[in-house]
């Protein structure tokens, strides 16, 4: 079993809608990341969370450390936020690794 | 916005050869890394860097890889005798001292024939 699981693996939507992406880890952690990376591979990181809530313009990341499993939100989504969101976590006692989800593919369609 | 820049954006080799891939992370960061994603695949970790030494490295890490902060401004990674099977995207990324938040690069695409 991976320690991180992503859900969905694709998600399609239309222009507006509200999307949610899920993240679900085995191991205690001492903070976990949304990545975005663009067709072109690079990654930006979005939000590092270790508890409650972050947004940042439409979205939004939620973290519940006792079930361990953290969400991210995208309000009135756009062509644009077309990309893969990766989950990430810092596991405690690992040092300063990252490990990483398998990522979610969104695509917004007009 | 500071950015962690990667040299090159694609390189292609030949297998058995020599490759580095460089990197110039934020200059107040402390803490560097290489990670890498095979086409396809998630991004997994190579080996993190701090205080002139590698801190912590992967089992994908063997001797074939090395890393090196020659010049106090930048960060390379080498593969000594490239395979097919290295063929990825290398990923440079840089942290500052106390902060949790990660700066990635760009990428270097590796493709070796």
């Known amino acids: 079993k991976n320690e991180v699981e992503q859900s969905p693996q694709n998600l399609t939507a239309q222009e507006g809608e509200f999307i949610t992406i899920n993240c679900s880890y085995s191991?205690?952690?001492?903070?976990l990341h949304w990545l975005q990376q663009h067709p072109g591979g690079g990654i930006v990181s979005l939000f590092m969370?270790?508890?409650g809530k972050k947004k940042h313009g439409r979205l939004i990341a939620t973290i519940n450390i006792q079930e361990k499993h953290s969400s991210l939100h995208i309000t009135a989504s756009h062509p644009r936020d077309s990309a893969v969101y990766i989950c990430?976590?810092?596991?405690?006692?690992?040092?300063?690794?990252?490990?990483f989800g398998e990522g979610t593919q969104l695509t917004v369609n007009p | 916005e500071p950015e962690v820049t990667q040299t090159p954006s694609h390189q292609v080799t030949q297998m058995g050869q020599e490759v580095i891939l460089r990197c110039v992370p934020i200059?107040?960061?402390?803490?560097f890394y290489w990670y890498r994603q095979i086409l396809g695949q998630k991004v997994e970790f190579l080996v993190s860097?701090?205080?002139?030494?590698?801190?912590?490295k992967s089992e994908i890490f063997d001797d074939q890889f090395s890393v090196e902060r020659p010049d106090g401004s930048n960060f390379t990674l080498k593969i000594r005798s490239t395979k097919l099977e290295d063929s990825a995207m290398y990923f440079c990324?840089?942290?500052?001292?106390?902060?949790?938040?990660?700066?990635f690069g760009s990428g270097t695409r590796l493709t070796v024939v």
């Open positions: 860097f701090y205080n002139n030494e590698i801190s912590e």
């Open positions: 990324a840089s942290r500052e001292q106390g902060a949790d938040g990660y700066t």
């Open positions: 990430a976590v810092w596991g405690r006692g690992s040092g300063s690794r990252l490990t």
């Open positions: 200059s107040n960061h402390l803490y």
């Open positions: 191991v205690g952690i001492s903070a």
């Open positions: 969370l270790s508890s």
